[in-house]
């Protein structure tokens, strides 16, 4: 057998090679192998409130639990808007008592 230079398409499969990802975000989705370095990338990404909001008890789901009980807790009483003296309203759209009325 005699030894030879391989030729490059021998040695393609063997190295690897693959296209370039153009796409920055599905380049970065692609090199994160778990789900800390989603997590990196989250972090480096989005704004810092909204991170953290989501971040602070993502695994717990406590962010759902709190919202899910403030509602719960906020009651609705019709009492407070009723209508404590009669009211009458004008006869037609441009009566003397209306401040925006436009002269036709």
Do not use: W
């Given at each position: 057998?005699?030894?030879?230079?391989?030729?490059?398409?021998?040695?393609?499969?063997?190295?690897?090679?693959?296209?370039p990802q153009l796409n920055s975000t599905k380049r970065r989705l692609q090199a994160a192998l778990t789900i800390h370095d989603l997590?990196?990338?989250?972090?480096?990404?989005?704004?810092?409130?909204?991170?953290?909001?989501?971040?602070?008890?993502?695994?717990?789901?406590?962010?759902?639990?709190?919202?899910?009980?403030?509602?719960?807790?906020?009651?609705?009483?019709?009492?407070?808007?009723?209508?404590?003296?009669?009211?009458?309203?004008?006869?037609?759209?441009?009566?003397?008592?209306?401040?925006?009325?436009?002269?036709?």
């Amino acid at each position: 057998m005699k030894r030879r230079v391989p030729r490059p398409g021998e040695l393609a499969p063997l190295i690897g090679f693959k296209k370039p990802q153009l796409n920055s975000t599905k380049r970065r989705l692609q090199a994160a192998l778990t789900i800390h370095d989603l997590r990196r990338i989250a972090k480096r990404r989005t704004p810092k409130a909204a991170f953290d909001y989501t971040d602070g008890a993502a695994e717990e789901e406590l962010s759902l639990a709190r919202a899910r009980q403030a509602f719960r807790d906020i009651e609705f009483s019709t009492r407070r808007f009723c209508a404590t003296s009669p009211r009458s309203t004008p006869a037609g759209p441009c009566s003397a008592t209306m401040s925006r009325c436009r002269s036709a």
